[in-house]
């Protein structure tokens, strides 16, 4: 009887444990995916393209603002990384159309790299 019951109270042990190492395993692989997406968008997202934006410079903070629908609830705020390639501090609170290229994206911010300015539009 007691070998029974020692035999049930490993097996139960060893169930256990076998499910966590699925469970890790599953959340592992789901991590991975993850990596994997936001890795191909990074890397997709690294094209130039051509849009509109404000360059926006807050005060005591000398990081400068790409922003796409400025005027949007949904605006996304992208920090420029050559900040220094242009006078932004003269085009602060302005609407520029710039080529760009994204270099992080998330879904509210990011970070781009502004290649050229094609029109300073107000």
Do not use: H
Not at 65 to 93: A, C, H, M, P, R
Not at 113 to 120: A, T, Y
């Amino acid at each position: 009887m007691k070998k029974i019951v020692l035999f049930i109270i490993i097996l139960l042990i060893s169930c256990k444990t076998e499910t966590t190492n699925i469970k890790d395993t599953q959340e592992l692989k789901i991590t991975k995916q993850i990596e994997s997406t936001n890795l191909t968008k990074i890397i997709a997202n690294q094209s130039s393209n051509e849009e509109k934006g404000l360059i926006k410079i807050y005060e005591n903070n000398p990081t400068v603002y790409f922003i796409l629908n400025w005027t949007s609830k949904s605006q996304k705020s992208y920090e420029v990384i050559n900040k220094n390639d242009f006078d932004f501090y003269k085009l602060n609170g302005k609407v520029i159309k710039a080529k760009i290229e994204v270099i992080e994206e998330r879904d509210f911010s990011g970070k781009l790299k502004i290649i050229s300015i094609s029109e300073i539009i107000n």
